[in-house]
């Protein structure tokens, strides 16, 4: 199975901070790889697939980065809104492993 | 609008079975592989099973292979996932959700709490 790294596993910023969260993959899958969004006691929600598209609806303060094995998600400016719990996914194959989890936390 | 409602959760015993369900509407649900996947505080996002749109191909983790049955009824727009012998360690909420192979997984239902306590 293809095991997917995340970090780190809390990130304690600012509103207006530039905010950054690393995914590593075992082994290649390509660019399908997604970034979700939860809330406590909420379903996850899709921010962005194909490594770096981004979901309707989502503000383009997001964005995803890179291919293969190293994948980046990218808050260019923190929002109230968005102190939450980050996921990656790899959907390359069918077990659709997720990172661990990232929580973005008020400094 | 595409939706994804969940139902069937609740508190069993170990070594009980339990099924839930879940009702897809506003897309071509036979179109579309469907998937659980479960969330516990220790785990964190597990998926559990998927199944392709024509039930042709069928996953499951490791960690419920040989207790838990994923099947689909197209006709009716239904997704179900048979548990049993379940353990403690089962506990969690179960999402359904639409996607898989090569298909980020969007939407998501609400979730439905599973219970496994004596």
């Known amino acids: 199975d293809i095991q997917m790294t995340q970090s780190p596993s809390t990130l304690a910023a600012s509103i207006g901070d530039r905010v950054t969260i690393t995914c590593r993959a075992s082994?290649?899958?390509?660019?399908?790889l997604a970034w979700y969004q939860q809330k406590p006691g909420k379903a996850p929600k899709l921010l962005i697939y194909?490594?770096?598209s981004l979901q309707i609806g989502v503000p383009a303060r997001f964005s995803g980065s890179g291919s293969e094995t190293e994948f980046t998600l990218t808050i260019s400016s923190l929002q109230t809104d968005d102190f939450a719990s980050y996921y990656c996914?790899?959907?390359?194959?069918?077990?659709?492993?997720f990172g661990q989890g990232t929580k973005v936390e008020n400094k | 609008e595409v939706q994804l409602v969940e139902s069937g959760g609740g508190l069993v015993k170990p070594g009980g079975s339990l099924r839930v369900s879940c009702a897809g509407s506003?897309?071509?649900?036979?179109?579309?592989?469907m998937n659980w996947v479960r969330q516990t505080p220790g785990k964190g996002l597990e998926c559990v099973s998927s199944?392709?749109?024509?039930?042709?191909?069928?996953y499951y983790a490791d960690s419920v292979k040989g207790r838990f049955t994923v099947s689909r009824d197209n006709a009716n727009n239904s997704l179900y996932l048979q548990m049993n012998s379940l353990r403690v360690e089962d506990t969690a909420v179960y999402y359904c959700?639409?996607?898989?192979?090569?298909?980020?997984?969007?939407?998501w239902g609400q979730g439905t709490l599973v219970t496994v306590s004596s």
């Open positions: 959700t639409r996607g898989g192979m090569v298909r980020p997984f969007h939407p």
């Open positions: 199944i392709s749109g024509t039930s042709s191909y069928i």
């Open positions: 082994q290649s899958i390509s660019s399908h």
């Open positions: 194909g490594a770096s």
């Open positions: 506003g897309f071509s649900f036979r179109s579309y592989s």
């Open positions: 996914q790899q959907y390359n194959t069918y077990s659709g492993t």
